[in-house]
């Protein structure tokens, strides 16, 4: 049995402990976000909390936009694919991750 592996929920959530922990500068707005984000991971053990993170949601549109190739510039004309940086992991894995308990409808 194989466990299943998600590097890049996995680097959204260090981007956000990060960030909380003044590693990564970061102005108040993104401190909160982070925060919440993590404040929210562990309060979705409760059965109160209305969302839950779908980790393989999350893995799932952060990986395809990285399977999509470059449009401008030197690297659209080698067709590499998009690289997304951690700030840009935490915005889709949040995004797509949240989800409601009852509907599975997105969050945000």
């Known amino acids: 049995m194989s466990r299943k592996s998600y590097p890049n929920v996995n680097a959204a959530n260090q981007y956000a402990r990060d960030v909380v922990r003044g590693k ?3 102005c108040q707005f ?3 976000a982070c925060q919440r984000h993590l404040d929210d991971l562990m309060a979705e053990k409760s059965k109160s909390f209305r969302y839950r993170f779908d980790k393989d949601l999350a893995e799932r549109a952060a990986k395809f936009i990285q399977l ?3 449009t401008k510039g030197e690297w659209a004309f080698k067709r590499m694919p998009i ?3 951690p700030w840009q992991l935490f915005v889709i894995c949040c ?3 949240w989800v409601n ?3 599975r409808l997105r969050r945000f």
Do not use: N
Request: aromatic residues 6%; hydrophobic residues 50%; glycine residues 12%.
């Open 24 to 26: 990564i500068v970061a």
């Open 30 to 32: 993104v401190i909160q």
């Open 68 to 70: 999509l190739p470059h």
């Open 83 to 85: 690289t997304l940086e």
């Open 95 to 97: 995004a797509f991750g």
């Open 101 to 103: 308990k009852g509907s």
